[in-house]
Nanobody, 121 residues
Framework: VQLQASGGGLVQAGGSLRLSCAAS????????MAWFRQAPGKEREFVAA???????YHADSVKGRFTISRDNAKNTVYLQMNSLKPEDTAVYYC????????????????WGQGTQVTVSS
């Protein structure tokens, strides 16, 4: 499966963005999905995951502010980000795997190219 992330940009603190991860080549409904992020000089960090049944898990740092969802008819996974903070600034990556379920470890088989999110104070 090929993944294409989009929706990043520059936003002021307190603002919102919605990231999209579009899949091609395979039906997204057969994959468990996740979002990770990586800030300059830091390791890749888990953000949120969603399984095939739309069960979700969010990192404590984004719980209550970010929401992962999926639309299998559109072959797309979303990350709605509200109340953004400067510390949310990072490149955001979507990931997919048929076997890894709601994992916080970056051991997914397939990765998108990343989309930059910058939050100004």
């Amino acid at each position: 499966v090929q993944l294409q992330a989009s929706g990043g940009g520059l936003v002021q603190a307190g603002g919102s963005l919605r990231l999209s991860c579009a899949a091609s080549g395979r039906t997204l409904s057969t994959y468990n999905m996740a979002w990770f992020r990586q800030a300059p000089g830091k390791e890749r960090e888990f953000v949120a995951a969603i399984n095939r049944s739309s069960g979700t898990y969010h990192a404590d740092s984004v719980k209550g502010r970010f929401t992962i969802s999926r639309d299998n008819a559109k072959n797309t996974v979303y990350l709605q980000m509200n109340s953004l903070k400067p510390e949310d600034t990072a490149v955001y990556y979507c990931a997919a795997d048929r076997n890894v379920v709601l994992s916080t470890i970056a051991n997914y088989d397939y990765w998108g190219q990343g989309t930059q999110v910058t939050v100004s104070s």
